[in-house]
């Protein structure tokens, strides 16, 4: 059947679709808002969470019999916290451009909603394999929405794509700019980050009615 088995491949294909931990469960929406003006930044972003989600379950999960109940959140955050500076550290050293960009926000990946919330929902109760599976399924669930959203504001509001310009030369008046078009800068705003999103949410509930809530 392939790499993953049947439950495996359940882990990974829900929060992309009908359990997306953005668009369902409404979580990690800060830097959803925040980081997407960019589409580059949206991809590190994503890429960034899902190295912390997918080894901090496995860590979490292979603790999961010897952490105290007492102690679990705080045994949660240091585990993500010291992969939150391994992958900000990362970053400094190869994109120091881009770690600028996203600066505080990759600090705040300890506080993510999704990433506490698969530690404490999952991880503490699943083995090392399948909390794997989950924290890639999660991250990749998030990551798709951050890179959906941060593809349509750089080229609605830039012209461009991971920086380069794909509209044609607005200085030039090349491309689609020499028939008048104009970028939007209102994209680069967040609140068009949450329209964004929101038009995301309702076309994805609107070919599923079952997600909508009675």
């Known amino acids: 059947m392939g790499l993953l088995s049947k439950k495996d491949a359940k882990l990974v294909k829900d929060p992309l679709l009908d359990n997306n931990p953005i668009t369902i469960q409404v979580l990690g929406i800060c830097s959803a808002l925040a980081i997407t003006a960019q589409l580059k930044a949206s991809i590190v972003m994503a890429l ?22 007492k102690i679990r959140i705080i045994v949660q955050l240091v585990v993500v ?32 909603c999704i990433i506490m919330g698969r530690f404490e929902a999952f991880a503490l109760a699943n083995g090392p394999k399948e909390a794997f599976w989950d924290g890639i399924g999660n991250a990749a669930g998030y990551g798709l ?26 200085i030039e008046k090349t491309g689609l700019y020499a028939l008048g078009y104009e970028n939007n800068g209102f994209m680069l705003l967040a609140p068009m980050a949450l329209i964004t999103l929101g038009i995301l949410i309702w076309v994805q509930r609107s070919k599923n009615p079952s997600l909508i809530e009675d």
């Not at 969470?49 to 105290?68: E, W």
């Not at 190869?94 to 990946?109: D, N």
């Not at 750089?154 to 509209?167: A, C, I, K, R, W």
């Open 48 to 69: 960034a969470v899902m190295f912390v989600l997918a080894l901090g379950n496995v860590v979490i999960s292979l603790m999961r019999n010897i952490i105290p109940s």
């Open 81 to 112: 916290a010291a992969l939150v500076i391994v992958v900000d550290l990362v970053l400094k050293a190869f994109a120091y451009e881009l770690s600028k960009t996203l600066s505080v926000f990759v600090g705040l990946i300890i506080t993510n």
């Open 145 to 170: 929405i951050l890179v959906i959203v941060g593809f349509f504001r750089e080229l609605l509001g830039s012209g461009t794509l991971l920086g380069f310009p794909v509209l044609g030369s607005a």
